[in-house]
């Protein structure tokens, strides 16, 4: 299997084709392409370095044992990185740390609701677990289903399909007693909430939850969400452990993983679990996740494992489905690991990326803090004077980009929010994350766009526009985050983001110039972002031009753009004369005859996946129909 495959698949061979095809649903290429990356707090593209390492991790992983030695090596390297091994207990003595890897940060909800569980079951009262959901709509899309012990796709990490929202536990004895309350940052205008309001919310659903006297209550902490802020307050989290005690699990959402070094160490000392990734701002490929538990928490989970209640829920459950043997700390949980062996479709893909990952972690890490807070205030800086300059069509307030001024709260500095403590002439902090607000010029007026529009201008961003692109619009590939929503009435942003990969290029420019250590470093890849922003500028404010799909008129390049577009959800029609360019496109050219003789008997299978009027086939069906024969 390829490494582009691994990385999509999990290991999972029959879909090796995918790949092939482009990009991931973040329209990011699972594969290093030509293209500008600034997107890093969704999804970014495997880099060069990273990705050619991947043969030799695939090799060693085909050994008999190689998955558990993979894996384990991907733990110490990532305790050296984080300076875990320097965790000190209550008592002041030396800790271990479990890491358990997972195929993406979803998976890793699951262990936390188990513990949760574990606390519910064996209490004198027992009762339900709730998992209150923190800036929700601005993490992961999925949080909220996992947390709440639910599948969240229709495809699961072992290729198995699934329902989504149904439950993973099998009995309703144990579903029925899970549950997810989501708290928002914002208002449904869009604009922000005090953090004193978040905070009382949060309180008063944790104790609505825990009033019955049993059960047991998760409260994430989100360390970074998509949109760069942190909610709830650590005070307000250390007021429930204090009053509730074990009846509440205090969980870190770190999945963006900005974080200053020794962070996340801190937060376990402080009696936090810690969830995070390897695929945001370490700029690894998309999905990989790693729950980090202290050493007694980890055993406490295991305990509840070893016997009763939970072991037995947990045997009937889909867990298998996510998570493998080789991917448990087993030297803290044999017993999960004992449950879950046999589970391996998954675990290949899970290793190489994390392998992977670990090429920025460690060159990251290695590069002086000092040196890199310099190199985030500059990329700030650059972005922000870029956004003010330029503007398609536009004058003063009218035009396509702007910034969403909205200020950091000192919550950041308090959990080790990267460049927190860096603090810009207007008052407010820094961060490696800059949204954007956007504006569409369409029928002769600015207006704000749909999510379904900036969704659109999303996939136009990573697409080479070739000769479709103006004069005077750059036409490259552009990879930057994909659209969020800012409360239900507020209109949705775009954002632009630096990550570990292009902080280490711009380190390694500015040190082949001899300009590191400067009182004013200046962003040495300037050009970069300005193309990027001034592709998003051109695209919004020629809306008219680029809002139809057939903004993309080739054939060549409309196959391409309908793959990009649903190849994750696996889900659209194609025209069979587009399936004849897709053939040419994979290496597998089939004559005329040939694809009617294969559309013939597909249809024989399959008549309704067909639309005889337009000639279209449902192409995820008809792919699945390929693999099989």
Not at 102 to 119: D, I, K, Q
Not at 232 to 258: F, K, M, N, T, W
Not at 323 to 352: H, I, K, R, Y
Not at 434 to 439: G, M, S, T, W
């Amino acid at each position: 299997m390829s490494v582009a495959a691994c990385i999509v698949s999990g290991g999972d061979e029959s879909l090796e084709i995918l790949p092939r095809l482009g990009m991931n649903k973040f329209n990011v290429p699972n594969a290093p392409a030509p293209g500008i990356n600034r997107g890093s707090c969704t999804s970014s593209m495997p880099s060069t370095k990273a990705f050619a390492i991947g043969p030799s991790v695939l090799a060693r992983l085909e050994a008999p044992s190689g998955a558990a030695e993979v894996a384990a090596d991907i733990r110490d390297r990532l305790r050296k990185a984080w300076s875990l091994q320097e965790m000190l207990g209550y008592d002041g003595l030396p800790l271990g740390t479990c890491v358990t890897l997972s195929p993406s940060g979803t998976e890793v909800e699951f262990l936390f609701l188990l513990l949760a569980l574990g606390r519910a079951f064996s209490g004198k009262k027992q009762g339900d677990v709730t998992s209150i959901v923190t800036c929700a709509g601005e993490v992961g899309g999925t949080t909220t289903q996992a947390s709440g012990g639910r599948h969240a796709s229709e495809r699961l990490p072992s290729g198995s399909q699934a329902k989504i929202g149904t439950s993973i536990f099998s009995t309703d004895a144990v579903a029925s007693r899970v549950k997810a309350v989501e708290v928002t940052l914002r208002e449904t205008n869009g604009d922000l909430r005090s953090p004193a309001d978040v905070d009382r919310e949060v309180e008063a659903s944790a104790k609505e939850a825990l009033a019955p006297g049993g059960g047991c209550c998760i409260v994430h902490l989100v360390a970074g969400c998509r949109t760069g802020h942190v909610s709830p307050s650590v005070a307000a989290c250390e007021r429930l452990r204090r009053h509730y005690g074990g009846r509440i699990l205090l969980l870190v959402d770190a999945s963006q993983a900005r974080l200053r070094d020794g962070a996340i160490r801190e937060l376990l000392e402080r009696g936090f679990g810690v969830l995070a990734t390897g695929s945001k701002f370490y700029a690894g490929p998309a999905f990989s996740g790693a729950a980090i538990m202290r050493e007694e928490m980890a055993k406490e989970l295991d305990g509840y494992l070893a016997s009763g209640p939970l072991r037995d829920a947990v045997i009937q459950s889909a867990l298998k489905e996510y998570l493998g043997a080789p991917l448990v700390d087993s030297t803290f949980m044999p017993a999960l690991a004992q449950l879950l062996s046999g589970a391996g479709a998954l675990v290949n893909g899970t290793l190489l990326r994390w392998s992977l990952s670990l090429v920025h972690i460690e060159d990251y890490h290695s590069v002086p803090a000092d040196e890199r807070d310099q190199l985030i205030g500059a990329w700030h800086r650059d972005v922000t004077t870029i956004i003010e300059r330029i503007g398609y069509g536009s004058i003063g307030y009218r035009r396509a980009l702007s910034i969403l001024s909205e200020e950091l709260h000192p919550f950041g500095a308090e959990v080790g929010l990267l460049a927190s403590s860096t603090i810009t002439s207007t008052g407010h902090f820094t961060s490696t994350i800059i949204n954007l607000q956007c504006r569409v010029f369409a029928g002769g007026k600015w207006r704000m766009p749909t999510m379904d529009e900036l969704r659109h201008a999303h996939r136009l961003m990573a697409l080479d526009l070739g000769q479709q692109a103006v004069a005077f619009m750059p036409r490259r590939r552009c990879f930057i985050a994909d659209p969020v929503a800012l409360g239900s009435e507020g209109a949705p942003i775009l954002s632009v983001a630096i990550g570990a990969s292009e902080i280490l290029e711009a380190h390694a420019a500015l040190r082949a110039a001899g300009t590191l250590g400067s009182t004013e470093i200046t962003w040495p890849l300037s050009e970069d972002d300005e193309t990027a922003l001034k592709k998003l500028a051109g695209l919004l404010g020629d809306w008219d031009r680029w809002s139809s799909n057939e903004a993309v008129s080739s054939e060549e390049d409309l196959v391409k753009y309908k793959f990009y577009q649903h190849e994750a959800q696996l889900q659209g029609l194609i025209s069979t004369k587009q399936l004849g360019i897709l053939f040419e496109r994979l290496g597998m050219p089939i004559t005329d005859l040939e694809l009617q003789a294969l559309l013939q008997a597909f249809l024989s299978e399959n008549p309704r996946c067909v639309d005889i009027k337009t000639g279209s086939v449902k192409y995820e069906t008809f792919m699945d129909f390929i693999l099989m024969n």
